[in-house]
T-cell receptor, first 113, second 111 residues
Framework: DSGVTQTPKHLITATGQRVTLRCSPRSGDLSVYWYQQSLDQGLQFLIQYYNGEERAKGNILERFSAQQFPDLHSELNLSSLELGDSALYFC????????????FGPGTRLLVL | GQNIDQPTEMTATEGAIVQINCTYQTSGFNGLFWYQQHAGEAPTFLSYNVLDGLEEKGRFSSFLSRSKGYSYLLLKELQMKDSASYLCAVRDFNQGGKLIFGQGTELSVKP
């Protein structure tokens, strides 16, 4: 158990809908990273937050957004969902930021029908 | 940009040794990580190399050559539970803290 929690574990929804995925980092960790893993793409970095501020952006679609709250939990919002958004979404956390090992949460499996 | 290559799949026998290679190209190398991932589960951290040489941790070892852009993960005394995907990931200081992952190597351990 990495200490990173994610909810929900599974999510089934329809095209065009909007969902919110939640991540709570390990106690004391200030930085949260979001990754998407689909069968044909491998693990792709989406976005990083550090202490409430956006720190780095990867291949995140405009339909997706994220934020980190004062209690350091983070939410990833996915809107206008398409079939291709079906994937595992992981978050990872580190204490400070760039210099450390990332520990991953259990992931949210999203299925868009 | 970054490019990370590792074999798609490998098969090995229980009790044997297997070496999974990873080659990378990056402009600002700042560490290489190996993660293990069982199907549908989270990647779990195995090892980290930032300097050249071998890091040993129990049955698992990882080697890095920065000049060659090359790393390998060595798994000894293979067990059935080692069947999993092994992900090589590189951190680039020009890209902040994010990790760039390879596609993963699917290892099957046979009895």
């Amino acid at each position: 158990d990495s200490g990173v929690t994610q909810t929900p574990k599974h999510l089934i929804t329809a095209t065009g809908q909007r969902v919110t995925l939640r991540c709570s980092p390990r106690s004391g960790d200030l930085s949260v990273y979001w990754y998407q893993q689909s069968l044909d793409q491998g693990l792709q970095f989406l976005i990083q937050y550090y202490n409430g501020e956006e720190r780095a952006k990867g291949n995140i679609l405009e339909r997706f957004s994220a934020q980190q709250f004062p209690d350091l939990h983070s939410e990833l919002n996915l809107s206008s969902l398409e079939l291709g958004d079906s994937a595992l979404y992981f978050c990872a956390s580190t204490r400070q930021g760039e210099g450390e090992t990332q520990y991953f949460g259990p992931g949210t499996r999203l299925l868009v029908l | 940009g970054q490019n990370i290559d590792q074999p798609t799949e490998m098969t090995a026998t229980e009790g044997a040794i297997v070496q999974i290679n990873c080659t990378y190209q990056t402009s600002g190398f700042n560490g290489l990580f190996w993660y293990q991932q069982h199907a549908g589960e989270a990647p779990t951290f195995l090892s980290y190399n930032v300097l050249d040489g071998l890091e040993e941790k129990g049955r698992f070892s990882s080697f890095l050559s920065r000049s060659k852009g090359y790393s390998y993960l060595l798994l000894k005394e293979l067990q059935m539970k080692d069947s999993a995907s092994y992900l090589c990931a590189v951190r680039d200081f020009n890209q902040g803290g994010k990790l760039i992952f390879g596609q993963g190597t699917e290892l099957s351990v046979k009895p």
